[in-house]
C-alpha cells in the first residue's frame, strides 16, 4: 500500500457539513448525499433532466477555493470529524480559502499534524467508486498498514483531498490520516 509521511500546518477551510452516522456503511451514504446536495441542489437542468450546470452552494465552495491566497491546495476536501465521547460525527466538504466565514459556508480549521497520506491516481476508478471498495480501501488502512507501520492515529479525524482537474476520468486524490509514532521503548 502506498504512502508517505507528512508533517502539514493547520488549514483553515470553509465548507458545508452535515452529521454522519457511526456505521461505516450509513456514514459513506450520507456522506455522497451531501456531495450530491453541494453539487447539484438547485442546479439548473435541460429538457431531459440533465444538470447543465452546478448548483447555487457549489458555485459558493468554488469561489471560496479560488480566493485561496496564496494558492496552496487546489481542490477540496472531505472531512471527517468525531466529536465528544458519543461516537458522534460530522462530515464535511470544504476548500482551503482566505474567505471570511459567511453565507453557507462555515470554517473549520484542520489542524497541524504529522498526517500518513495514501495516495490514489482516479477517484473515478473502480477500485473508489463504490461504498463497498471505498470501505474496503479504508478497512485496508486500518487492519494491514496501521498495525505494522510503526505508527497509531493521534486525532478522531479523517481527511480526503481530491484536485481539482478537469479530466475527471483521473481525478488524483489522497487519504489524509493524522498519526503519531509509537513509543516502543520497553521499561
Known amino acids: 500500500m502506498e504512502f508517505r ?27 455522497e448525499a451531501l456531495w ?4 447539484f441542489e438547485g442546479a439548473p437542468k435541460d429538457a431531459d433532466g440533465d444538470y447543465v450546470d452546478i448548483g447555487p452552494l457549489c458555485k459558493e465552495l468554488n469561489a471560496a477555493a479560488n480566493a485561496q491566497h496564496p494558492p496552496i491546495y487546489n481542490g477540496f476536501f472531505a472531512i471527517e470529524i468525531e466529536r465528544g465521547n458519543d461516537n458522534s460525527c460530522e462530515y464535511m466538504i470544504a476548500a482551503a480559502s482566505t474567505l471570511p466565514e459567511g453565507g453557507n459556508l462555515k470554517e473549520y480549521i484542520i489542524p497541524a499534524h504529522t498526517w500518513a497520506v495514501f495516495p490514489g491516481k482516479n477517484f473515478f476508478a473502480d477500485e473508489h467508486s463504490t461504498i463497498e471498495s471505498a470501505i474496503k480501501h479504508e478497512e485496508r488502512i486500518y487492519t494491514e498498514w496501521l498495525p505494522t507501520s510503526g505508527y497509531e492515529i493521534a486525532d478522531r479525524l479523517d481527511v480526503s483531498f481530491t484536485f481539482a482537474t478537469e479530466d475527471l476520468a483521473n481525478m488524483p486524490f489522497e487519504r489524509w490520516l493524522p498519526v503519531r509514532k509509537v513509543d516502543n521503548m520497553l521499561i
Open 5 to 31: 509521511i507528512e508533517k502539514k500546518d493547520p488549514i483553515r477551510v470553509l465548507g458545508v457539513s452535515a452529521p454522519i452516522s457511526s456505521d461505516i456503511t450509513e456514514a459513506y451514504e450520507e456522506g
Open 36 to 39: 450530491m446536495k453541494v453539487l
